[in-house]
């Protein structure tokens, strides 16, 4: 169910941006930097566990009907389906760290921001840009997992999700991903300010 109250403890950090602009490289660096204190959410999904996927670690792998009883009771912050599989976060993914202590680290796309904002949870946004671009068909083709056909779907989508990022009050903090290091310490600096 929905909280109806806020919660108690630091606010969730939402990081977005499109496909191939960094988020896994830099959040992932992040949460290794500082493991007592940040923590990403599990999401909820529908598809099955990949040989080596943990229940609860990496994924909260439920039945398409657990996940539609989970809809109904108002229990998913943000969910979409993608390929055929539903996804989501849910709000006790988002209370599992705050109840560890940690500020929990939401990745997620332009679809489930607005959907954070949307619902009870406060929560700092942190948009994370490509630097152009050719700059980011050049990454989604260099990080070698994507068909053609998906890296012209994600530049699409990237088109979609940047102008969105510019509508007033949607994020807190843009940073440009042109540098790594620069962007890392731009992202680190935001997440540790609270
Ligand atoms: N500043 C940078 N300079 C050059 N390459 C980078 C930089 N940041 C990230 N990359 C590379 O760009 C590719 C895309 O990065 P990454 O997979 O982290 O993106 P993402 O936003 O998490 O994408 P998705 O939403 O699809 O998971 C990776 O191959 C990564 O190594």
Do not use: W
Not at 18 to 43: C, E, H, Q, W
Not at 114 to 120: I, T, Y
């Amino acid at each position: 169910m929905p909280p109806t109250e806020p919660h108690r403890g630091p606010k969730p950090i939402v990081i977005s941006g499109p496909s191939g602009s960094g988020k896994s490289t830099i959040t992932n660096r992040l949460i290794a930097a500082y493991p007592d204190r940040f923590m990403f959410s599990v999401s909820h999904t529908t598809r099955r566990p990949r040989s080596g996927e943990v229940p609860g670690q990496h994924y909260y792998f439920l039945t398409r009907d657990q996940f539609d009883k989970l809809i109904a009771e108002g229990g998913f912050i943000e969910h979409a389906e993608f390929s055929g599989n539903k996804y989501g976060t849910s709000y006790m993914a988002v209370q599992a760290a705050q109840d560890a202590g940690k500020t929990c680290i939401l990745d997620i796309e332009m679809e489930g921001v607005k959907q954070m904002h949307n619902s009870h949870l406060q929560a700092r946004y942190l948009f994370l840009s490509p630097p152009s671009y050719e700059e980011l068909e050049k990454r989604l083709r260099g990080r070698g997992t994507d068909k053609e056909e998906d890296i012209q779907k994600r530049l699409k989508q990237a088109k979609t999700e940047m102008e969105y990022a510019e509508t007033e009050g949607v994020h807190d903090k843009k940073v440009v991903n042109d540098d790594l290091e620069k962007a890392y310490k731009e992202v680190e600096e935001f997440c540790l300010a609270e």
